[in-house]
């Protein structure tokens, strides 16, 4: 972040304190008096016609921070330069403005002093994000508040911050103002704090380190370019400059080291009862200094190091670059988090379409296997049915058998009937013949009987065959009607036999009647039978369409 975005989030709290009203706009006054201010500790000259050159068209009302803004940027910030103000007083100018108008320093529940809240208030300006209004989030909250604990030797405690978020979640959502830090800080909120001058003096340390953007301070030994002797002097690094004092109180400046890209730091061998030695190389000039201990040179060693990498770099401040590289890195995070989101909204797309593919696999399953099982019953209905039609037809084809047996039966019975009956007529015929010519032989007995009264008379002569004719035809009468009584009772035995053939016929033609009847639906077959007929006459088997014959020789022996 340049100079000019952090001298605007200092210059918006001033503004915005002047805005009594919330309404986003300033009297012409007030921005006088805030311009005069500014003017004098960016140590710019003054310049109060410009102002109302500048605002002439406004003379009725107040100003806007949009309408404020060119002004400020062309007579003001486009005139500062780095090094030519303090930048701690410009800041504590603005907290003066701003502190009295929005946070109260009188309360008895603050347990920070004034000086506390200002430099808490200028390393949230560091750490906040670079859009208004400024909010810190919650990732540079808990990085700040771990520089303190570390600063007081502390662990750091991460409840107070959750317990925080989870009371208000828009923290974690959309940031934390400033004043909402400063109160929660200094009602020990957010970080347990068990010794106010403790908490203090880690505070200045931190804000030294990330405000001053100083590297490391510390005693170190130096050694003289003219005199050649060892000296204890205090060490500020700074990312430019290394600054030694006769003493920490920094009253009493001894001497500067200007670091830029072609100073080098080495180690150096102990010597002249030194340990720890290293040196610094620039230019024009080498500083041997002795650290207190091989930990401290290595820390010293490094943090030149660091400095000397930030001056071939162009970068003024450590804690910018360290805030840019975890602004990078939690977009980065953002971005890796967006995209695992997106990737797992996929695969729960994906998830949830196979799921759904699933289902209907299963419901296409389900119908596959009722269809499969439908299909298998009706086989196996079919099977049954073709089994039982097989059964049907072999008792068909047994019940024909039968039949045709009956019928040859019965037709012999009738034959037989029909032959006795003609034996029968015959024999009456011939028993007819026989009664006549007994009769006219009895007759003829009678006339010669008559007249043998009267031959005897005459000739005193008859005829001696007449009675011996009459005993021969009286002989064959009688046989004949013995005759015929045998075959009366043979044709009675033929009848019997006829009509048990006939009743033979008939039982095995109820028998093939049943079995070539449908196998329909009850209700069905009553309704259906009559129009079918014809159909399952012509879809029967041929052996069935044969048995008329029979039927129909039945039925003329009958007549």
Known sequence: MDLKSELLKSIWYAFTSLDVERCGKVSKSQLKVLSHNLYTVLNIPHDPVALEEHFQ????????????????????????????????????????????????????????????????????????EDSYPLVMITEEVEYLLKKICTAMSQEWDVKPLEDLISRDPTVQEEGMSVWTFLEQMSTGQLLRVTSVEAFSLALHEVFLEMYHNVLKRGYMWKKGHMRRNWTERWFVLRSSSMVYYVSEDLKDKRGEIQLDKSCVVEPVPDREGKRCLFCVKTHNKTYEMSASDQRQKVEWTQAIQTALRLQREGNSSLHQELKLKRRVQREHSNRERE??????????????????????????????????????????EKERKAEQQKRRIQELELTQQKLEAALSMEIQARLEEERARQELERLLEAEEEKKMQFQLLQEQEKILQRLSSTCEASNGTVDENTPSALYSASVELRNLQASRKRSHQHLEEMQERLRNASQHVR??????????????????????????????????????NNMAAPYGCHAELRK
């Open 57 to 128: 068209d406004d003379d009725d009302g107040p100003v806007s921070n949009h309408g404020y803004m060119p002004y400020l940027n062309k007579y003001i910030l486009d005139k500062v330069k780095e090094g030519m103000f303090d930048k701690e007083r410009f800041d504590d100018l603005c907290w003066m403005m701003t502190m009295k108008k929005n946070f109260n320093m009188t309360s008895q529940r603050l347990l920070l002093s004034e000086r506390d809240c200002f430099k808490l208030f200028c390393l949230f300006n560091l750490l906040s």
């Open 339 to 380: 995209s695992e989101e997106r990737e797992r909204r996929k695969q729960r797309e994906v998830q949830m379409d196979l799921e759904r593919q699933l289902k209907e696999a299963e419901m296409n399953s389900s119908k596959i296997l009722a269809m499969r099982d439908s299909m298998q019953a009706e086989i196996q």
């Open 507 to 544: 039982h095995w033609n109820v028998q093939l009647n049943r079995l070539m009847t449908p196998i329909t639906p009850r209700g069905r077959c009553r309704e259906e039978a009559p129009d079918r007929e014809p159909e399952e006459k012509q879809n029967r088997p041929s052996f069935l």
